[in-house]
């Protein structure tokens, strides 16, 4: 990957003693084969279409372990919620407390972290992204009827936000994202005796994090940066937050194609194929093309 994951990966599992695999991915990260597989699962998900070589892989993790953890959770739990939680302080009248603030915040941010605030600012202001849109090929009455684009422009809210300086971070934990996720884990977890635990999920876990003050310690994870100094290299703490700014599925779905629909009755109640796109289209249009590809085939699986 173009984000050096195996050389950071490297430099951590040295420091703390313990083994690492490092395997090419490229051709595992779709199946090609995968309506032939008649591979199942209890919920549409977008897995089918790699469930083939999920198998494999978790097939050589069981034979080294039968229990590997996951690391979701800290992204909600320690959300950078630095305006509510001064101004919290603030109508508390905690002046000393937010002095203190200020100060951990101004410390924490360094030369380099302000360096970099102030080109952000001095450079042209990129438009906030908003809610993804219903997807152009759902069956307009299936997306009226079920009041869709309501719900995905409000996507997240509703939840628990009472929290007075961790709103944010409390409202998360009630997406529908995580139903999702953790769905996926299930059927993953069909597919080979491994077992997926989530050590950031167990409430102790979660209410600490809940309670630790966002200044300073949820600015660019400087609670999980400062907890392992001297236990990781210096290099690997001081890494900015790197995300993978690609679809590799979706690189692969370019290079073997999708193959064709059954375009059942069923299938027509929810998609109108004319309207999905082809390998031309954009990563992120192809992407999520790829659940109504999966939809069709647990459609299909359920007739026969």
Not at 21 to 31: C, E, K, P, T, W
Not at 125 to 134: K, N, V, W, Y
Not at 174 to 193: H, K, R, V
Not at 219 to 242: N, Y
Request: net charge positive; proline share 7%; aromatic share 10%.
């Amino acid at each position: 990957m173009h984000i050096r994951e195996d050389y950071f990966a490297s430099l951590a599992a040295r420091r703390l003693g313990i083994d690492l695999s490092i395997r090419v991915m490229d051709d595992l990260v779709y199946d090609p084969q995968w309506r032939s597989r008649g591979i199942r699962s209890a919920e549409p998900t977008r897995s089918l279409l790699n469930a083939h070589n999920l198998r494999q892989i978790d097939a050589s993790r069981v034979r080294a372990a039968p229990v590997w953890f996951e690391g979701e959770g800290p992204d909600n739990a320690l959300a950078f919620e630095r305006d509510s939680y001064l101004e919290w302080l603030f109508r508390r009248r905690s002046w000393g407390r937010l002095a203190g603030a200020l100060f951990r915040y101004a410390r924490v941010k360094r030369v380099a972290g302000w360096a970099q605030t102030l080109r952000r600012h001095a450079g042209p202001q990129r438009a906030t992204e908003g809610p993804d849109a219903t997807q152009p090929w759902l069956n307009r009455d299936f997306v009226e009827r079920l009041g869709l684009a309501e719900r995905i422009a409000t996507l997240g809210e509703g939840g628990e936000a009472s929290h007075p300086w961790r709103p944010q971070a409390m409202a998360s934990f009630t997406s529908p994202i995580w139903a999702s996720y953790l769905d996926d884990m299930n059927f993953q977890e069909s597919l080979m005796p491994i077992v997926r635990r989530h050590p950031y999920l167990d409430l102790r876990v979660v209410e600490f994090m809940l309670s630790v003050p966002p200044i300073p310690w949820g600015w660019k994870k400087h609670l999980m940066r400062e907890t392992m100094r001297e236990r990781l290299p210096a290099e690997v703490l001081g890494r900015e937050k790197t995300p993978l700014t690609c679809y590799p599925d979706v690189a692969m779905v370019r290079k073997h194609g999708l193959p064709g629909l059954s375009r059942g009755s069923q299938f027509e109640r929810y998609v109108d194929a004319r309207y999905l796109p082809t390998v031309q289209a954009s990563d992120a249009e192809l992407y999520f093309a790829m659940g109504a590809h999966a939809l069709d085939h647990w459609l299909t699986l359920g007739r026969s």
